[in-house]
């Protein structure tokens, strides 16, 4: 599987940005799909995943309220919408698959999302 990750960019604090990952490649195996993000002298930390199939989503905490995970299967793309972005929130951001819960084989290549105050 093939993950191309997109959509980052710089906003102000209180803006929104949309990103996407593409998959491509054997998908027929990918259980969900994570977002996860490092931030420059920290350690990558998880952000939100879905359930491909059933669509089931989780959030850390951090982000609850304010991000929203979808995926469109059709298009075998998923999205992180990110609203109400603080400066905190600036990282790179991954996306990342694999076959089972909390197995993530496959990495996208990260895209940059910086916010400023």
């Known amino acids: 599987v093939q993950l191309q990750a997109s959509g980052g960019g710089l906003v102000q604090a209180g803006g929104s940005l949309r990103l996407s990952c593409a998959a491509s490649g054997r998908t027929s195996n990918v259980y969900s799909v994570g977002w996860f993000r490092q931030a420059p002298g920290k350690e990558r930390e998880f952000v939100a995943s879905?359930?491909?199939?059933?669509?089931?989503?989780y959030y850390a905490d951090s982000v609850k309220g304010r991000f929203t995970v979808s995926r469109d299967n059709a298009k075998k793309t998923a999205y992180l919408q990110m609203n109400e972005l603080r400066t905190e929130d600036t990282a790179v951001y991954y996306c990342?698959?694999?076959?089972?819960?909390?197995?993530?084989?496959?990495w996208g290549q990260g895209t940059q999302v910086t916010v400023s105050s």
């Open positions: 990342a698959t694999g076959p089972a819960a909390r197995e993530y084989a496959f």
């Open positions: 879905i359930r491909w199939n059933i669509g089931t989503t």
